[in-house]
Each structure stands twice: as structure tokens, then as C-alpha cells.
């Protein structure tokens, strides 16, 4: 039975067995495998490396006796450990680091009340380890992987871990901001379904440390670890600091990765969406059916990522309540200026005062967040956070009613719906799908972030005029909007900057 607070997965042996075999252990490594467990990973080298000096670190001691039948094994909590100065080894073959580290966060273990997490500690002067630390939530794997890369980057040696993909990914963005001596890297990935019952997207991460070559933080990615010799299906990694998913596909749209001139928002939050969400009858209903009678100008169409990406956004079949124009204003006046909403919401107080999250707390008794006068836009260009496709809709207004968008869809605001219908023909173009398909990691939770969205630079995409205006007119016309396409030329790259200036 795994032993969550541990991330007590062991590995089959056939799964270690290829990962050390697409690693290529030499003869008479020197294999180090940090949280061994049963020792998958040294009896894999074992097998692979039979003349290979082993050594594992393992908290558990019933563990740490079932591994020590294949290395020296220490009983010991890799947190507190020193590997560069505590390990004795007692041969001096090429170093290997291999291994499979807990899968759990920070913030799980918090969960379970547990203590088994990392001290801040000193690395070897390594900026940015200590804020990974800091941070709110971290990967306790991407941690000890950091740690150990840390402990030994003097030295050439070789790492395979097995990790989530956007472990890997994060350990090679920090590597490249520190500029660790990574001579190559590569990640392949796993059927972590199969092998550890875990619905996670998940690899074998290689990296090689060796100050004498050329630092390399671009990575293949290798589809599946047991296809090794197929070409890779893509490269990751950082290019002028910044994190690329693709990056061939990157080179013909570089030029386009910058800023945006828009800000992108996200949408409205609430915890409370039997209350403040209502059904549309088309009145405004509860989700047990009674007619709610409120003061309609609280009251707003509303829509969610999977009403967006289905092309179900011109069609009215939610209401939500949003009792402040603002994050933060004031709602003790909503007992004069809306009574009728005052009452619902006291009748519902049990359910919205329980709400746990920290931003409810000293706010205005019945605040919902992520609002302000951008939410009250007529026209907004708007793409799923959660879909695994770039699809951006034009919402435009129903029932005459500016369209409030959930917190799992980002938008962009707009007044003028010539500008919006020009943008969103923008970014459905094959450029900025290139733009985005180079950026986007897929097996992300939320793929598509404000951070990537602000990363795209309208006017450099190089989008057609003709072609562009050609599909807003036609998206003008399948949402009954009236287009003007010369009311919007300084989108293009080629108006004049007075014009320009004048639409950003
Ligand atoms: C995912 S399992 C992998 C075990 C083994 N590496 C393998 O591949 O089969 C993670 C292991 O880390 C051990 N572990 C968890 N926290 C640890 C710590 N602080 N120090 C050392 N080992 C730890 C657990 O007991 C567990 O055996």
C-alpha cells in the first residue's frame, strides 16, 4: 500500500531496467540512488552495471533493509544529507545519480500534516534554490533533483530521475537562469498510468553535468521511453531567457514573441456558484427552480471556458450575480440600494461565509474577486484556460448585457467591436498558433496562462491585412455585428505609429 506522505511508488524493475539501458550505464559506474525505497534502481544496476559500486539513501528502515540486499544503503532522510561530503565511495568510476524521488508538493504534504519536507538549508551559493523553497507550493522532487545537481555540478556526473514532465522542465529553466554546466539533456516519457496508477504526464529526465563542454538547456523529448532511437517529437528549453515548448517551430515566429499590447485578464471568481450562479429560465432561476426577483443591474449573462471553446458563447443559458462593481468595494450599501439582493444573499449567508479562501477574509462580507471595470466591457476576445486548443471567441453582449466571464477563461477587454473582431481573427491565425504551439506545454493543468497570452505581440505576427479584415467581416457577419475595417488599420505592423499609439 503506498505511503502518500512518502511518495511510496516503487518502481518495477523492467521500468528501471530501461531506464538505465536508454541512460547507458557504464561498466563500473559509481550508482547513487537517492530515496531507494526496495531498491528498484540499484537492482536495476545491479543487472545493467553488474561490476557498478551502489549506494542508496532511504528514510523507511524496513526500505532501507529490503534494498540494502543490492548496495550499501543509509538510513537516512535525504533532506538532512550532504551528499558531496557525507557519500564515501570506494571506487571511482563515472558518477550516476539515478533514481525515482517522491511525486508529492509542498502543499499535499501540508495536507497531511507532514514533516517530511526540507529545511532551509545553504546551497552552494546558488541563487534561486532558497525561492524555490520559499515558494508557496514546490515539487518535493524537483527539489531533491535541484539539490543533488547542486551537490555535484563541480563534478561530471550523470542524472536520470523519474518526474513529472514539468519537474524536468523546471529544473532546466533553473539551470539555465544559473547557468549550471548542463552538456545535454533529454526527457522520455512514461506511461505513468501503467506503470504507477498515477493520471500524471510524466518521464525519464537525463541530464549530463560536465563544466568542460558547452552548456546545452534545450532538451529533446522523446515520446516514449521504449522507442528510444524514434526521432524526438520536440525540443524545450530556454532561448534569451525565456521558456520555449518547441523550439524549431519557435524560429519562424520569434519575432512575435514579446509583449502584447492589450492587457489580458481572467475572470470572475467566487467559490460559491450555487448562490451567486443562477439558471437561465431565461430569468434568473435557482438551480432548484425558484424565480429569483433581484435587482437586475447585479445580474449578468455568464459563461464558462467550456461554453467558449464549444461555440455555445451567443447563447444565454447561465446568469451570475455580482454584488460589487469592483474587488473590495463596499456591500453593506447593497441593503438600501438593492434590498431584493440583500435578502437573497443573507439567505444564503451560512454558504458564502464559509468560504475558505484566504481572499474572502477582511473583505466586504460577500465579495466575489477577479472584477473591475474591464468585467463590464461589451466585447471581449476570449480563449479557455483549461482546453487543450487555442480557440478565441468573440463574445459580444446578450440580452443587451455585457457577458461576465468565469476564472477559467482570459479575455480581452473591448469597447469598439471592429477592434475586437479584428484581434480575435488575430489570434485564430496560423501565425500566432505557431506563436502559441511553441510556447505551450500541453500537459500543463492550465495551458494556456495569462503569462503566455501576454507574450504575444499583435503586430509582429504578421498576419495579412486583406486576409484578416476578410474573416472579422465574415465573423462580423455570423454575429450580426457591423465591421469597419478602416477603423481599425493601426492593428497591422505596417500603419502608420500615430495610428498605432492611438489603438494601444
Ligand atoms: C517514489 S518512491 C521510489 C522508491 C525507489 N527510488 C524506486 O524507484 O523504486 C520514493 C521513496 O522515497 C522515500 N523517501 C521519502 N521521503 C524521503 C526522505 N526525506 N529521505 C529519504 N527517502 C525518502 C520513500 O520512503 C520512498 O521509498
Known amino acids: 500500500m503506498p505511503n502518500n506522505e512518502f511518495g511510496d511508488f516503487q518502481t518495477p524493475l523492467s521500468l528501471a531496467l530501461q531506464c538505465l539501458r536508454v541512460m547507458g550505464l557504464p561498466a563500473a559506474a559509481r ?41 550499501t544503503v543509509l538510513r537516512q ?11 564515501q565511495w570506494r571506487s571511482d568510476g563515472p558518477l550516476c545519480v539515478v533514481g525515482n ?6 502543499a499535499e504534504l501540508g495536507r497531511l500534516n507532514s514533516g517530511n519536507l526540507p529545511v532551509k538549508e545553504n546551497f552552494k551559493g546558488a541563487k534561486g534554490l532558497d525561492a524555490v523553497l520559499g515558494g508557496a507550493n514546490f515539487d518535493v522532487c524537483e527539489y531533491i533533483i535541484l539539490k543533488l545537481i547542486d551537490a555535484y555540478r563541480d563534478q561530471r556526473f550523470a542524472l536520470g530521475m523519474l518526474c513529472k514532465t514539468h519537474v524536468a522542465r523546471n529544473v532546466m529553466s533553473h539551470a539555465a537562469a544559473a547557468r549550471w554546466p548542463m552538456a545535454s539533456s533529454a526527457v522520455y516519457r512514461i506511461d505513468a498510468k501503467k506503470w504507477f496508477d498515477a493520471g500524471v504526464d510524466a518521464c525519464w529526465f537525463t541530464v549530463e553535468v560536465d563544466s568542460r563542454r558547452r552548456a546545452d538547456y534545450t532538451t529533446p523529448v522523446y515520446d516514449d521511453l521504449f522507442a528510444p ?46 448562490v451567486f450562479e443562477l439558471v437561465a429560465t431565461p430569468e434568473p432561476a435557482t438551480r432548484a427552480g425558484r424565480r429569483l426577483d433581484l435587482e437586475p443591474e447585479y445580474v449578468y449573462p455568464f459563461l464558462k471556458s467550456t461554453d467558449v471553446f464549444r461555440d455555445k458563447h451567443r447563447v444565454l443559458s447561465k446568469w451570475v450575480i455580482v454584488p460589487q462593481r469592483s474587488f473590495g468595494d463596499d456591500t453593506a450599501q447593497l441593503r438600501y440600494r438593492a434590498p431584493k439582493l440583500w435578502l437573497y ?50 463574445v459580444a453582449p446578450i440580452e443587451r448585457r455585457p457577458v461576465v466571464l468565469d476564472d477559467t477563461c482570459y479575455f480581452l477587454p473591448f469597447t469598439d467591436p471592429a477592434e475586437a473582431l479584428v484581434v480575435t481573427a488575430m489570434l485564430n491565425s496560423e501565425q500566432c498558433r505557431d506563436l502559441i504551439e511553441s510556447l505551450v506545454f500541453w500537459d500543463s493543468k492550465r495551458p494556456i496562462t495569462k503569462k503566455l497570452l501576454a507574450r504575444i505581440d499583435l503586430r509582429q505576427l504578421g498576419c495579412d491585412r486583406g486576409q484578416t479584415t476578410a474573416i472579422a467581416t465574415s465573423e462580423a457577419r455570423r454575429l450580426g455585428l457591423t465591421f469597419d475595417p478602416d477603423a481599425v488599420d493601426g492593428l497591422f505592423a505596417d500603419a502608420s505609429p500615430e495610428l498605432a499609439d492611438a489603438l494601444f
Open 229 to 274: 532511437d524514434a526521432r524526438p517529437s520536440s525540443r524545450f528549453g530556454t532561448v534569451d531567457g525565456r521558456l520555449v515548448s518547441d523550439i524549431d517551430r519557435y524560429r519562424n515566429v520569434r519575432r512575435a514573441d514579446g509583449h502584447c499590447p492589450y492587457e489580458w485578464r481572467s475572470g470572475l471568481k467566487h467559490d460559491a456558484s450555487s
Open 101 to 106: 524521488p517522491p511525486w508529492v508538493t509542498s
Open 345 to 394: 444573499l443573507l439567505d444564503n449567508s451560512l454558504i458564502l461565509d464559509g468560504r475558505k479562501s484566504s481572499i474572502y477574509r477582511h473583505r466586504p462580507r460577500f465579495s466575489v474577486f477577479g472584477h473591475g471595470p474591464y468585467t463590464y466591457a461589451p466585447y471581449k476576445v476570449t480563449v479557455s484556460g483549461l482546453h487543450k486548443e487555442p480557440v478565441f471567441r468573440l
Open 31 to 71: 550508482v547513487l540512488e537517492p530515496t531507494c525505497g526496495t531498491g528498484g534502481f540499484l537492482q536495476a544496476a545491479s543487472v545493467v552495471s553488474p561490476g557498478s559500486e551502489r549506494i542508496g539513501v532511504e528514510v523507511q528502515a524496513t526500505h532501507a533493509r529490503r534494498a540494502s540486499q543490492w548496495g
Open 77 to 87: 532522510d535525504i533532506f538532512s544529507l550532504r551528499p558531496d561530503q557525507q557519500i
